[in-house]
């Protein structure tokens, strides 16, 4: 093994033991020395190869990030009508944040502080996502106003994540049942669209 080969090596699995770490642990507990140890690596490895936790974390972010990307090709697919493509949208973008529930949270409770990979997201989404979930919308109800598919858009968003937010709040601590995604999003779908 080259020595650039054991260097892809060892930055790899100290950012796939970072990734595991926060699948299973969350965020909050991700410190560079348990990284370092769980990776068998040292502190300045980590720090070397990454340069501080925050940048570590940026990494991880991009791979988690990185599944959203697929989820939008199915928007494009005009074999579908445009409820069926939303649905399918919506389904396999739920899929994502059920898989990495700790990427959500860490969104919604950074504030103003993001990292590269949230940029970088956000300019995906500013450049692609938001046009591709509006022309959706547009063929789905005929609206033309960009302020008003994008509320329509976070109508949606908000009606079908917040109850994946929520679901271990509400079954474990209330005793609700909480119905399945599809189900879900099908009475969305019946209510929001009336007329369509």
């Not at 940026?58 to 990307?69: A, N, P, Q, R, T």
């Not at 579908?80 to 990427?103: M, N, T």
């Amino acid at each position: 093994m080259t020595p650039l080969d054991k260097n892809s090596e060892t930055k790899n699995m100290i950012l796939a033991t970072a990734l595991d770490m926060v699948k299973k642990e969350g965020f909050e507990s991700m410190t560079i020395r348990k990284i370092a140890a769980r990776s068998n690596t040292n502190i300045s490895l980590v720090n070397y190869y990454f340069g501080s936790k925050d940048q570590l974390i940026s990494e991880v972010m991009k791979i988690l990030l990185s599944g959203f990307h697929e989820c939008f090709k199915v928007l494009e697919d005009a074999a579908l009508p445009p409820k069926e493509r939303l649905k399918s949208f919506l389904l396999q973008y739920a899929s994502v944040i059920q898989e990495h529930p700790e990427l959500l949270s860490r969104i919604l409770t950074m504030g103003d502080r993001l990292f590269p990979s949230q940029y970088e997201y956000g300019s995906f989404m500013q450049a692609s996502g938001f046009h591709l979930i509006h022309e959706v919308l547009r063929e789905i109800t005929h609206e033309r106003q960009p302020e008003a598919l994008m509320t329509m858009m976070m109508h949606i968003f908000g009606a079908v994540f917040m109850p994946i937010l929520m679901k271990p709040i509400l079954e474990t601590g209330a005793g609700l049942h909480i119905a399945p995604l599809e189900q879900q999003i099908d009475i969305l779908f019946e209510r929001y669209f009336l007329n369509d």
